[in-house]
């Protein structure tokens, strides 16, 4: 069974800075892209950052120049850095990873969430 656990979440003032971590557990061949999503309070889940397998990055126009997306494919593991936070960075960050199983294809995985709540 694939999990999909991200953690690093909590409690910021604006202008400050977190990094988020999801590691992928399982029996996987590989993992694709990876990525970010976040839900702010009353809005629908929204792109923050992806990344391919390559290493190509992609953002979301709000968060550009502020976060960066990294992988350790060795360690299974994608980082969100984010940088310079602003109240509407508020919500429920979710990771999201697409795996090849072994006579399965291809999957995506959600995780549970981590709370980002940056204060004013």
């Known amino acids: 069974q694939v999990q999909v656990v991200e953690s690093g979440g909590g409690l910021v003032q604006a202008g400050g800075s977190l990094r988020l971590s999801c590691v992928v557990s399982?029996?996987?061949?590989?993992?694709?892209?990876m990525g970010w999503y976040r839900q702010a309070p009353g809005k629908q889940r929204e792109l923050a950052a992806t990344i391919t397998s390559g290493g190509i990055t992609n953002y979301a126009d709000s968060v550009k120049g502020r976060f960066t997306i990294f992988r350790d494919n060795a360690k299974r593991m994608v980082y969100l850095q984010m940088n310079g936070l602003k109240p509407e960075d508020t919500g429920v960050y979710y990771c999201?990873?697409?795996?090849?199983?072994?006579?399965?294809?291809?999957?995506?995985?959600w995780g549970q969430g981590t709370q980002v709540t940056v204060s004013s």
């Open positions: 999201t990873t697409n795996v090849r199983i072994s006579y399965s294809g291809t999957r995506d995985y």
């Open positions: 399982g029996s996987i061949s590989s993992i694709n892209a």
